[in-house]
């Protein structure tokens, strides 16, 4: 057998390196005295480093430990380790096919994995914990960031109203829609056979309206777009055009036979739904007002809006119908309905249509059916759908956020924003003691009112906008403004 030197070098490494004449014969058995082997490497390691330095000659310390590491390599894999630096150099992509097969390949050769074996993970995720384990230290896994750096600061939502205001001998009629709020910032209010108008900036109250006969009740109000007009419906089926600032009629359209549950504007064009199911237009500049009649609901119709482009009309109706409406005839001559909507299972006086997605409406059932479900008017598909657990009595979308808010009655009576489109509750604002009846929304978008058969009106700042944004907001509308005014001249 060859005889070898065990030559320690500077770094404390042991190998098998240089054979040594005259030396007598290695003899490897597995119960040799440990000791004596121990004394024999100490003396060779003696002669070897005095023949090197021909100076002092070193001993090693006794002194158990020392300074260095001496790593043990026979337990770190070092082909392996080799074998996988090289790999990661490899920019090849792998089928997840392959990477099975090669995965179960190196299982039933090695006994292990091999991605598990790596020295330094220089990238890629961390290593989930085994299914089941519970850290006691409460170890996040494959986390990117710390919790703290990736949370977004949400906004704040007062849970309280910002005023309250008396509403004294409201209808608790779910099919009528009794407030509205116009761009000159006027809440027009109907209590029982009057109208009244509260200005938001002065805090002025005036009655602009009361019913002649007293049984007689007002049904519906609505703003034209510029808020100078109000149309009015009543209980004996008439529509009212009243002037706010000369607070004066200035015309009374009758076409219906029955009362006026909704109205909704389109520039000239005043469309009024009837406990009938029938929908009237009426060209408010000309005495022959009734210009059509569309016919596709069978019992009231209490839900009513244009599209902000004009290009459609929703109405929802006691017959659990959602039906949309063309701007302009068919081929017949007459109105048809374009899409209809037969998934909700009650009434339907919720419709709201997106601002920022025009053919995007949104829409709410009654007790029966208590889903608000969103819809794509032009494939007439149903984007979503969310349980409310609620009536749902109307629907606001927000023009300062991806939001919407949504009133309901029984059993809480409360108010909701929804995110959309992920469908997820943002907050619920509670205070009123009966249901909801109807939702109007300020000029600018931040304050939602509520009026409730509590007979009280409830301001809420839900959709407050930053005030930075809010000021880039204002000065692009002014913008906008002033080119209009430019054209005008």
Request: with cysteine.
């Amino acid at each position: 057998m060859a005889q070898f030197v065990f030559e320690a070098d500077l770094h404390g490494l042991l190998k098998l390196d240089t054979p040594i004449p005259n030396a007598p014969p290695a003899r490897w058995q597995p119960k040799a005295n440990a000791r004596r082997l121990f004394n024999s490497c100490k003396t060779v390691f003696m002669h070897v480093n005095a023949g090197k330095s021909g100076s002092k000659i070193q001993s090693t310390p006794t002194k158990a430990g020392g300074d260095r590491y001496i790593p043990n390599r026979s337990a770190m894999q070092m082909e392996m380790a080799s074998f996988l630096l090289t790999k990661e150099n490899d920019t090849a992509k792998e089928s997840p096919t392959k990477k099975e097969q090669q995965k179960t390949w190196a299982v039933n050769l090695n006994g292990f994995d091999i991605e598990e074996v790596k020295i330094l993970r220089l990238s890629g995720k961390a290593q989930n914990a085994p299914e089941g384990y519970q850290n006691n230290l409460k170890v996040l896994y494959s986390q990117k960031v710390t919790p703290g750096s990736s949370r977004k600061n949400g906004r704040y939502i007062p849970s309280m109203p910002d005023r309250i205001l008396d509403a004294p001998e409201i209808r608790n009629d779910y099919y009528l829609n009794l407030i509205d709020w116009s761009s000159q910032n006027f809440l027009a209010v109907a209590l029982d056979n009057s109208v009244y108008l509260w200005n938001h900036t002065s805090g002025e109250i005036i009655q602009l309206l009361q019913m002649e006969h007293p049984d007689d009740y007002v049904s519906s109000v609505s703003w034209i777009k510029e808020g100078n007009y109000l149309a009015v419906g009543t209980s004996n089926a008439e529509v009212q055009l009243w002037d706010i600032h000369h607070q004066k009629r200035l015309r009374n359209m009758t076409s219906h036979s029955s009362r006026v549950g909704s109205l909704s504007w389109n520039s000239y064009i005043l469309s009024s739904g009837a406990r009938t199911g029938h929908i009237h237009h009426h060209d408010v500049r000309v005495a022959e007002h009734h210009v059509a009649t569309l016919a596709g609901h069978t019992q009231e119709v209490c839900g009513l809006k244009w599209s902000l482009d004009g290009r459609y009309l929703a109405s929802g109706g006691n017959d659990n119908l959602v039906n949309i409406w063309p701007c302009t005839q068919g081929d017949s001559g007459g109105f048809a309905p374009v899409q209809t909507f037969t998934q909700h299972q009650g009434a339907v006086k919720a419709v709201a249509w997106c601002p920022w997605q025009s053919n995007v409406l949104a829409t709410g059932g009654g007790t029966s059916d208590r889903h608000i479900r969103i819809w794509n008017v032009c494939s007439g598909t149903c984007l979503s759908a969310v349980d409310a657990h609620s009536q749902v009595c109307a629907i606001l979308w927000s023009t300062n956020y991806k939001e919407f808010i949504s009133g309901h009655g029984f059993a809480q009576n409360q108010l909701v924003v929804w995110k959309y489109p992920t469908m997820a509750k943002v907050t619920e604002l509670r205070g009123h003691t009966a249901r909801v009846l109807n939702l109007t929304m300020s000029p600018d978008g931040a304050t939602v009112a509520s009026a409730a058969a509590d007979e009280t009106l409830r301001l809420w700042r839900c959709f407050e906008m930053d005030p930075i944004k809010k000021k880039e907001k204002e000065k692009a509308n002014s913008a906008k403004t002033s080119i209009i005014h430019q054209g005008i001249r």
